[in-house]
């Protein structure tokens, strides 16, 4: 096998021509100095990533294109924004955007195959289009990447070169500590999720505060984009349903999960075209979407993906997971935020999104004041639901005014 150099790279984008196209892992996953190599070999390219943290080249040269905006791309002056659901994004790559280069982030090999660890994510389908048009696929092999099983798993000769390092794949995710109003919604959630409950949950202060409450609950399974730590307490809560194993295309936690997830046969990464596609979400019993927005307003809608109409993250999973948990026998779709965001100083509940609208049709809208049912229900009873158990009660009075405005009074 090869080892990756800057001339096998600067090559391979010459072969390209022009603006080479290079995919690459985001999340946790990113192959730090495989990226950085090409960096200082290639002049000029577009860097296909999603949710891409901190710390990616961001120099003249470098055009950041995304499907999902991550932290390192958030504020680019040379941001190409691709408006898709993950579900789709996929298929783009054998429409356009087309990769030209892969750089991707494996396990050490076990018996001639390397896995792709925790991120598969869009990534076979990336190589698998490179690999159509000729371009190359290179890997950082990382001893400390767990091997998980599923559509990650690749045989060694596939790639054309490889770097091999022995660090941890990425900074640790910091289990994050829920306030009093995070608490309160983690509460009002896991008060709806019973037994036999399947789950798709991400990552954050919300989502850790659901945890404890499902401790108890017995049977629950696990088909998500994503999981973090909190897979593990309910893995030792004995919560989880020992004959199913857990789903998602991506982990983000710290190394203890990582150890957990290592060969571990209860765990399979899928490929996101699997794991976010709504026909298959829908087939689990009891899908339960617990999804976040940054508005949601008295008609339902809600925006998840923009400021001030600058993208802000994206559609990510949440659209896909909306549909298929509907259509899951005793599913729902539940949007948990607080009714105040903190930092804009606003209502998060408001009376019609100014923003595009990210995914609409819940089952229900929950904050820390209550929850507000909203499926099924007439849309003036819908807009008197957000207000009187959603919205903070400082702003109740005037959402009444604009709803009589908006004829839903």
Excluded at 128 to 157: H, I, K, S
Excluded at 296 to 314: E, K, T, Y
Aim: glycine share 10%; with cysteine; aromatic share 4%.
């Amino acid at each position: 096998m090869r080892t990756v150099t800057a001339d096998l790279i600067a090559s391979a984008a010459a072969r390209a021509g022009g603006e080479p196209r290079v995919v690459t892992s985001g999340n946790a996953a990113v192959p730090w100095r495989l990226l950085r190599l090409l960096d200082e070999s290639v002049e000029r390219y577009r860097l296909h990533q999603l949710n891409a943290p901190h710390g990616i080249p961001a120099r003249e040269g470098v055009v950041h294109e995304t499907c999902f905006v991550g932290a390192g791309m958030r504020r680019s002056p040379r941001l190409s924004y691709v408006p898709a659901r993950l579900s789709q994004v996929p298929l783009l790559y054998s429409q356009t955007p087309r990769p030209d280069i892969v750089l991707v982030h494996t396990s050490a090999p076990h018996g001639g195959r390397v896995s792709l660890g925790i991120s598969v994510n869009v990534l076979p389908a990336a190589i698998e289009a490179a690999r159509a048009r000729g371009g190359v696929v290179l890997a950082q092999v990382n001893r400390q990447m767990p091997y998980t099983f599923g559509d990650g798993e690749l045989d060694l000769d596939l790639f054309d070169g490889v770097l091999e390092t022995d660090e941890l794949p990425g900074p640790p995710h910091p289990v994050s500590v829920p306030d009093d109003a995070a608490c309160r919604i983690g509460e009002l959630v896991a008060a709806r999720i019973g037994d036999g409950a399947t789950l798709q949950m991400g990552i954050g202060e919300v989502p850790d505060a659901v945890l404890p409450g499902l401790v108890s609950r017995r049977g629950l399974r696990v088909w998500s984009e994503m999981f973090s730590d909190g897979v593990l307490a309910l893995d030792r809560a004995g919560a989880l349903d020992a004959d199913q194993p857990l789903i998602a295309s991506f982990a983000i936690g710290t190394p203890e999960l990582y150890a957990w997830m290592d060969r571990n046969p209860r765990v399979r990464l899928l490929r996101t075209e699997v794991t976010n596609s709504p026909a298959r979400i829908a087939q689990n019993p009891a899908m339960t979407s617990i999804n976040t927005a940054l508005q949601v307003d008295l008609f339902g809608q809600a925006n998840a993906s923009r400021i001030n109409a600058r993208i802000h993250s994206g559609f990510g999973g949440q659209t896909d997971f909306v549909v298929g948990a509907l259509h899951s026998p005793g599913g729902q779709a539940l949007m948990a935020l607080r009714s105040w965001h903190r930092k804009a100083d606003v209502s998060t509940i408001v009376a019609m999104v100014e923003e595009p609208v990210t995914s609409f049709q819940h089952t229900a809208v929950v904050t820390e004041q209550g929850t507000a049912q909203i499926f099924g229900v007439d849309e003036r009873i819908q807009a008197a639901h957000l207000i009187d158990h959603a919205a903070h009660p400082s702003v109740r009075e005037e959402l009444r005014e604009e709803a009589v405005a908006l004829g839903l009074g």
